[in-house]
Every structure is written in structure tokens, then in C-alpha cells.
């Protein structure tokens, strides 16, 4: 059995939307800040969003933020040939 190595990942899944509304699109960021709210991700989105800096996966400018999530998970690395 190959060895393998165990991490814990905890991610801040950031959702973001088109004018519509539609077409969310989520970035992953790892290993947030600790205590991270809604607001302080909002208020960090926000030049991004305002000035069109932020395409959904169909190329529509991002305009609204959706759901904004922590995930925590169990990654596991195999290694050996």
C-alpha cells in the first residue's frame, strides 16, 4: 500500500453572479482568517465587483456576490510510484 499524506483543508467558497443574478461562478480561497464574516468578504469584493474586474464562467462581468461558505475537508495526498 503506497504511503500517503493526511491534511486538513478548510476553504472560503465565494460565489459570484451576473446581472441576472444567474450564471454563479465560485472561487475557492484556502485557509481563511479565522472569525472571517460576510460583511469583511463583501467589503474585500467590493472594488472587484464595482469596477468589472471578476468574469463568471460564461464571461458575463460578476456583479453580485451569492453564497459565501467555509468548507472544511480531509485531503488526502497518495504517494510512492
Known amino acids: 500500500m503506497a504511503d500517503s499524506v493526511v491534511t486538513n483543508v478548510t476553504t472560503l467558497d465565494i ?15 484556502d485557509f ?21 474586474w471578476l468574469l463568471t464562467n460564461k464571461a458575463d462581468v460578476a456583479m453580485y456576490l451569492g453564497d459565501i461558505t467555509i468548507n472544511q475537508s480531509i485531503k488526502t495526498t497518495l504517494e510512492g510510484e
Open 15 to 29: 460565489q459570484m453572479l451576473d446581472a441576472d443574478r444567474k450564471n454563479a461562478t465560485t472561487i475557492k480561497l
Open 32 to 52: 481563511p482568517k479565522d472569525g472571517v464574516t460576510r460583511e469583511q468578504v463583501s467589503a474585500a469584493m467590493q472594488p472587484a465587483l464595482i469596477n468589472g
